[in-house]
């Protein structure tokens, strides 16, 4: 990584020079290779640019795999999100005959006072059942 970012500095050095520069000397032997350099320069610049990017997803990639978790205690009992989607769930299959496959999305609202979780399923239909 040391490597990388010295790299780049020292690329971005010779990237200063703007080739319509180099491309108004007269030609030469050591003109040519100029002309090379600041090729090169700019092919590794382009891949620079690329590692970056790589190094951008790889940090969203690990950002997005963060573990989380929800949990509700009320009465000496401890529940999660996902025993509530559960029951949800199977309201909707076992008591409504719907498929599985229907739900698009579940909005759940806690009522510790009144010991109850509230639903909506699809944004259309509502319930609610005891905890």
């Not at 090729?39 to 989380?68: C, D, G, H, N, P």
Request: proline share 2%.
């Amino acid at each position: 990584m040391v490597m990388n970012m010295a790299k780049k500095k020292i690329v971005k050095e010779k990237a200063k020079v703007p080739m319509t520069e180099i491309a108004k000397q007269k030609p030469s032997d050591t003109k040519v290779e100029e002309k090379m350099d600041a090729v090169e320069v700019r092919e590794e610049i382009e891949e620079i640019e690329e590692i970056e990017v790589v190094e951008e997803q790889e940090i969203q990639m690990k950002e997005e795999l963060v573990e989380e978790s929800m949990h509700i205690e009320i009465a000496d009992k401890t529940f999660t999100q996902e025993d509530f989607i559960k029951t949800v769930k199977d309201i909707w299959k076992c008591d409504l005959s719907r498929e599985i496959s229907e739900i698009k999305s579940i909005d759940l609202y806690v009522k510790p006072e009144d010991s109850k979780v509230y639903y909506v399923i699809n944004n259309e239909e509502t319930g609610s059942f005891c905890i």
